[in-house]
């Protein structure tokens, strides 16, 4: 209940929005801590009961672990995006973006029960931790497939994201604080780093992507990969943005500064990269199935076999042409019903998509669906949130200052 | 616009009246005046600007358009042609196996299904906006108000059609003068140009029209109907060649014929092949037991045969005619109980065999072993059966018939 | 062809209000009775390449194919290369006018309609290779699904007739975009004609548009669907463009990252040949208030963002090169860069990858003849692009006794510089006799149309 701090320049949103989470934001983080240890405990617990050397667990977590990443990862492409193009209708809700993004420390914890395993050669799931297992005409893929030049890699992901996100959230509060012309300088500034800022990150998610998942199979390659990991990344933000401002303004934050317009617009991104999705899906596989050349069939040849291929089908259509025709229409985009329950709905076809490309390499001839799976996916979710939380609960939610916020709160969408 | 047709022409002030019109100079003033309108019930008024106006639609109170629904159809309708078109022409119609592909290559047909979902959208979308927009609009009332024409450029008009139920000349006027209009102006309903189409106009375009199927109407005569007449061929390319093909007629020799038979009793140059022997492997009437003298029994024949033996024989017969070659060995693993497996010709009975009949055998076949006559040359086929004998003699030898230097190798 | 000694294009534009300067701007460059003597100088250099291109494919037509360089391993030479060429130059047209249209990018509409032009033209100018390439061009029905005397019916299994769809879809799309668009501005030179066929030419294609709101309704709603339609459409022509290559065997065509690498590949191109042309377009028409220097800065930075995507690419092809460990993949790249074809590889790095990043510095980017000269540099490189990926990877494949050089004849060089005959003859006669710029959206989007005076 306390007020958001009125800003001194600039104003504090549309009418005097509460921007602050205050002990919303400390019950979000006990709750999420409670329900994430909670999770994975027992996730863990099922994990071992499986008895194979923790191979079964491992997968459960790498895909929650990719998923959640879509969202971080995201988050930080989103904002980087936001400052290159100068976007004006998007300032309101740009904070938001960047506590998301700076979730990258968070990140790279929760990946260690994938990481530490490869730094210390333990193939549990990817076969090249160990040296001996990458023979014949795997071998010579050791020179970019060995656990020194991974760990390098690992930091270097973590640490850019870390680095890049905590630039562009302190610019931001910097300029909570600043006057008119400072304020208008820092948009320059941060604008200016943002070209060179997204080359780098995007070669950071193009291999993370295929060091984590590409790799599952290290005799299978695609140049397409970076590219659709990445598009599942935008789908995602866009998606997560839209159910955190639903849920922040039933919480009664930014009650009036976001507005129908602007969830218009991240459905309409939804929509967007929802095709694009599928666009880049289709193109990596009919491309690979074209071919048919069998290094690079072979992945798909498990992805189709048996119950992995009805997940395909259903990959298909609920990933891609039912949300089409769901989010087609004006009206969908405008009623906040509607358009969280196809955000909710991407996001889980998004886990999906990732157990798709993660858990065949177990081998099995079904989806071997599982509650650990579950665990895995809600505990990860939820250490997330909690750490989002954690660092937004005394931040201002909104760029008060930024001297584009009156456009983005004047913002129409016909 | 239309041409000038002057019956008798209504005087400007007795046209009945179409309407008010009113001309403003910027967006803000056309907007508020549509509110006015919009909110004192009129039904049958426009507004007319250079540019879409932001909110005039609210302003006049305009209601979403149909023409997203017509689209959507159309693009259903385009993705079902495209799946039925590719589904029918290459997987039921004429299919053909390509590279391995399914008949109906459902990761194949997509881009032609996405194209033609949008090609038939975007035709719905134009002609539907025409449609709705009742365009071409060739003629209006509102032509004749001089200055109108600058609608297209940069002012801005409302008009209130006098047919509308709350039309009244003062109030309705009264009303507009509120909304502080640059001009008032009536328009009059055009009595003074023709709305006919021009007849010659007409005439022509049913002559084009009728005219228009007679291509069509030619075209599907000449695919049902027959014809004796040589077809039309416009680009020759090299279809026809003077000079004369067999089984054509050629009034040059007396039996018509472009073919020419043999004459009789005769042969041509080199042709004779008179020695049964060397030709045909006979002796009189019996198999030839000896070479032919043409063939010269040296190392050089040999090699040649052993040469030939391993191109023509071996993929039946085996690497030393044991009947286990590579054709042999797939047939038995087939198992498919048609096969009949290729001779040993190491055994008995080859032996004893005159070099005559086994060169009878391999010119014309013997059982299911085609004729390799027309493939290997006549002195080809005598070296193969030179290296016959001796695969034969060497699994019916003895050590001793090595001379004494080999002998050692092979202890 | 005397010249007055004010050029009437310089002038500022005449006008009471802002509206009234955008009419008199850009009618005044149909309505002049001349154009200015660059336009006489352009036009006639045109139409020198004109006969040339005609000829060249009059000469193709009589003697055949063989008249071109292709040649076994290189089958497909520069008719492909050149078709991917223009095709991809079409695509920055449909991007300003629809993507940037849905992403709410109003600087597009000084612009945009000589663009869609562009594409139009670019597009025309493609569809000639593929249509001769195929040797017997009096055939081209073969191509589509129509019954024929031979009962047969073409290989929908086969990217190349995915892009015959392709291309005869996004032509027909963008003429209706194209039209649809002017018919506001063939209404405004119909309402200013002083000539009788004017007034008719104009007033029949303006199809008696009276800018009445509630067809404005409709329109608009028709100018988003389309926008909406043509931005996947844009996409997936260049995708299927790619599945030429991609979806063979041959070693640096069949990789996955094709479609979106050849899409962003076309955008840069096509980018690179509006700045080329608004340059001195603006130059000589006197459109320097309409299409003004940011627009030229924002054009470079998409050149930028588009070139360093490309660049992506390229990495992303040279790591999966080496990650894949398959012999053919890498010899291909090495063979690219070392080889004999190298100098054209090189051309291709620097035009595409290094000149355009001098577009990091203000001072080039704001400058128009910095602009039009990186352009050009790309143009090249892009044609470059398209040159290594099609001839150097058939020229040395799998088999090292199937290896053989490709060199072009001088009817492949004719045909090619020929083809920007045709380009700039139609382009320069858009210029002169159709509305060069979209008037009405510029107006809506100028400050005075999109004041709200006393507001909701």
């Keep these: 209940m306390a007020k958001g701090k009125k800003g001194s320049t600039g104003g504090d949103g549309a009418s005097g929005d509460n921007v602050r989470l205050a002990e919303v934001g400390q019950s979000l983080f006990v709750k999420a801590v409670a329900v994430g240890v909670i999770a994975l405990g027992i996730s863990l617990f099922l994990g071992s009961t499986e008895n194979d050397g923790w191979t079964r667990w491992s997968h459960s977590y790498l895909v929650a672990f990719v998923w959640v990443m879509t969202i971080g990862a995201g988050a930080l492409w989103w904002i980087t995006i936001q400052n290159i193009v100068n976007s004006h209708w998007s300032t309101v809700i740009r904070r938001v973006g960047e506590l998301i993004a700076t979730n990258a420390p968070v990140l790279a914890l929760l990946s260690l029960p994938v990481v530490l395993p490869l730094i210390l050669g333990k193939p549990i799931m990817y076969r090249w931790a160990d040296s001996s297992l990458m023979t014949g005409d795997l071998a010579h893929k050791l020179g970019y497939l060995n656990t020194k030049f991974f760990s390098i890699r690992f930091v270097f992901y973590f640490g850019y994201w870390t680095w890049l996100s905590y630039y562009f959230l302190n610019k931001s509060l910097g300029q909570d604080k600043e006057s008119k012309e400072a304020a208008a300088k820092t948009v320059v500034t941060m604008r200016r780093l943002a070209g060179p800022a997204m080359i780098v990150f995007a070669l950071t998610i193009t291999f993370c992507a295929i060091d984590l998942i590409m790799t599952l199979e290290p005799q299978w390659f695609s140049t397409m990969f970076g590219v659709y990991y990445f598009a599942s990344c935008v789908l995602a933000i866009n998606s997560s943005l839209a159910l955190s401002l639903m849920w922040l303004q039933s919480k009664g934050r930014l009650s009036s500064s976001v507005t129908v317009h602007h969830f218009h617009d991240l459905g309409k991104m939804v929509f967007a990269f929802t095709i694009f999705w599928a666009y880049v899906g289709f193109s990596q596989f009919m491309l690979q199935w074209y071919a048919n050349i069998p290094e690079e069939t072979l992945w798909w040849k498990e992805r189709f076999a048996n119950g992995w291929g009805t997940l395909s089908w259903v990959l298909l259509f609920g990933h891609f042409v039912i949300p089409f025709f769901g989010l087609l229409s004006r009206w969908v985009k405008r009623s906040r019903k509607a358009l969280a329950f196809w955000c909710i709905w991407q996001l889980v076809m998004i886990y999906l998509d990732m157990y798709w490309l993660v858990m065949p390499t177990l081998g099995t001839s079904d989806v071997p669906f599982k509650l650990v799976d579950l665990a895995c996916w809600v505990g990860v979710l939820a250490l997330f949130i909690a750490g989002i939380a954690y660092r937004a609960k005394n931040l201002d939610l909104l760029a008060k200052n930024d001297p584009r916020l009156p456009d983005s709160l004047a913002l129409e969408n016909l | ?411 | 062809m005397a010249i007055s000694d004010v050029n009437p294009f310089e002038a500022p534009p005449v006008g009471d209000n802002m509206f009234a300067r955008i009419t008199d701007n850009v009618t005044r460059i149909a309505e002049t009775p001349q154009p200015p003597r660059a336009w006489y100088i352009a036009f006639g250099v045109a139409q020198l390449l004109l006969l040339m291109f005609l000829s060249s494919l009059g000469y193709v037509i009589w003697n055949g194919i063989g008249a071109w360089g292709n040649m076994m391993p290189v089958a497909w030479g520069f008719p492909i290369v050149n078709f991917v060429f223009w095709i991809g130059i079409g695509h920055a047209g449909t991007l300003i006018s629809a993507i940037l249209f849905l992403f709410r990018q109003n600087w597009r509409t000084a612009i945009n309609r000589f663009a869609e032009a562009m594409t139009i033209f670019a597009v025309v100018c493609a569809g000639i290779f593929p249509g001769m390439h195929i040797g017997r061009p009096w055939l081209p029905y073969y191509m589509f699904p129509i019954p024929n005397q031979m009962d047969m019916w073409p290989q929908f299994r086969s990217p190349l007739e995915w892009d015959v769809f392709a291309v005869s879809t996004y032509a027909t799309v963008s003429i209706l975009f194209w039209y649809m668009g002017m018919i506001p501005d063939f209404a405004t030179f119909r309402d200013r004609a002083t000539t009788t066929v004017r007034r008719v030419a104009y007033g029949i294609v303006a199809m008696g548009w009276r800018g009445s709101s509630r067809q404005w309704h409709v329109y608009e709603r028709a100018y988003l669907i389309l926008a909406a339609l043509a931005t996947p459409l844009v996409l997936s022509v260049h995708s299927v463009v790619s599945f030429d290559f991609a979806t063979a065997q041959l070693p640096g065509w069949h990789t996955t990252i094709f479609p979106p690498y050849f899409v962003a590949g076309a955008i840069f191109g096509g980018f690179a040949m509006v700045v080329t042309l608004a340059v001195p377009a603006r130059q000589f028409f006197g459109l320097k208030r309409i299409i003004t220097i940011r627009h030229l800065e924002l054009m470079n930075k998409v050149i930028m963002a588009t070139g360093l995507l490309v660049g992506y690419a390229y990495g992303m092809e040279f790591f999966v090169a080496y990650y894949s460990g398959n012999k053919y993949e890498v010899f291909t790249f090495v063979n690219r860069a070392f080889g004999p074809y190298g100098w054209a590889y090189w051309t291709m790095i620097s035009c595409n990858v290094l000149l355009p990043q001098l577009h990091w510095f203000p001072k080039f980017r704001t400058n128009p003849w910095c602009t039009l000269a990186i352009g050009l540099v790309v143009n090249v490189g892009m044609w470059f692009e398209r040159f290594v990926i099609i001839c150097t990877s058939l020229s040395r494949d799998f088999l090292p006794s199937s290896w053989g050089y490709f060199i072009p004849t001088p009817v492949d060089l004719a045909t090619l510089g020929g083809s920007f005959g045709l380009f700039f003859t139609l382009f320069l006669l858009f210029c002169r006799y159709l509305p060069m710029v979209a008037m009405a959206e510029v107006k809506a989007f100028s400050p005075l149309g999109r004041a709200h005076g006393d507001h909701h």
């Design chain 2, 1 to 411: 616009m239309s041409d000038e047709h002057k019956k008798s022409p209504a005087k400007p002030s007795e046209a009945p009246l179409h309407g008010l019109l009113a001309e403003y100079d910027t967006p803000p003033q056309l907007v508020q005046a549509a509110k006015k309108i919009r909110d004192a019930g009129f039904t049958k008024w426009d507004t007319y600007s250079p540019f879409a106006v932001h909110g005039i639609d609210d302003a006049m109170g305009i209601k979403m358009t149909v023409l997203p629904w017509f689209v959507l159809c159309a693009g259903l309708t385009g993705l079902a042609t495209a799946i039925t078109l590719q589904w029918w022409t290459n997987a039921v119609d004429y299919p053909w196996i390509i590279s391995g592909k399914p008949m109906w290559s459902i990761p194949a047909n997509v881009p032609i299904m996405f194209e033609l979902t949008v090609l038939l959208s975007a035709i719905t979308t134009l002609v539907g906006m025409l449609l709705l927009n009742n365009l071409p609009l060739p003629s209006h009332p509102l032509d004749q108000v001089r200055r109108f024409a600058r609608v297209t450029d940069d002012k801005f008009f409302l008009m209130i059609q006098a047919s509308d139920p709350k039309f009244d000349d003062v109030e309705t006027r009264e009303l507009l003068e509120a909304t502080h209009p640059v001009a008032i102006e009536a328009v009059n309903e055009d009595h003074t140009t023709d709305d006919k189409l021009p007849s010659g106009l007409v005439y022509a375009l049913i002559i084009v029209a009728v005219a228009s199927i007679v291509p069509f109407a030619l075209a599907a005569k000449a695919r049902y109907t027959k014809s004796s007449s040589t077809r039309i061929h416009i680009i020759q390319d090299m279809d026809s060649q003077p000079k004369y093909k067999a089984q054509r007629e050629n009034p040059f020799f007396a039996d018509n014929r472009a073919t020419r038979p043999a004459i009789d009793g005769t042969v041509a140059v080199g042709d004779a092949r008179d020695d049964d022997h060397f030709y045909k492997g006979k002796v009189g009437n019996d198999w030839a037991r000896t070479f032919p003298t043409e063939i010269a029994l040296d190392e050089a024949t040999m090699d040649r045969g052993r040469q030939r033996f391993g191109i023509y024989c071996t993929p039946c017969h085996g690497q030393v005619g044991q009947g286990d070659g590579m054709v042999a060995k797939r047939a038995d693993q087939l198992a498919q109980g048609t096969w009949v497996p290729p001779s040993n010709i190491t055994q008995e009975n080859l032996r004893q065999m005159p070099v005559g009949e086994l060169f009878n055998s391999i010119t014309n076949g013997v059982r299911n072993m085609p004729a390799y006559g027309p493939q290997i040359k006549t002195e080809d086929r005598w070296a193969i059966i030179m290296y016959v004998r001796a695969l034969q003699r060497s699994r019916s030898g003895s050590l001793n018939d090595l001379p004494p230097d080999a002998r050692a190798s092979l202890k």
